[in-house]
């Protein structure tokens, strides 16, 4: 297996694919959300990868191979990430450029 990508670089990636994807699988209110209120309160973060993962991609998500990356609209007043648009599990392994998304509609 040849180095894994680091987080950063497994954000941007995720981010990218969500600004890809979003169209489609969010409401078109939550698309004009995101993105009229990204500049102030958009956020892409690293969490640790959740429980439920396993039964959502049919597989035993190994946690030192995948990230899991949430994105969305922070709260100004706790400075937390309320507002998750999409949840993605991200492959850190170049050789293996998957990942799996849970959209806020799911």
């Not at 990204?38 to 049919?58: K, M, T």
């Not at 990942?99 to 799911?106: E, L, S, T």
């Amino acid at each position: 297996m040849s180095e894994l990508i680091s987080f950063d670089d497994a954000i941007e990636a995720a981010y990218d694919i969500f600004l890809e994807m979003a169209p489609d699988n969010l409401e078109p209110a939550d698309v004009i959300l995101f993105t009229a209120q990204f500049d102030d309160r958009g956020a892409a973060e690293l969490v640790e990868v959740g429980n439920d993962w396993d039964d959502q991609v049919g597989f035993e998500v190994d946690k030192e191979i995948y990230a899991e990356v949430r994105i969305g609209l922070v709260n100004e007043a706790n400075d937390e990430l309320d507002d998750v648009f999409a949840r993605m599990l991200i492959s850190l392994d170049p050789d293996n450029k998957a990942c799996h998304m849970m959209w806020k509609r799911d």
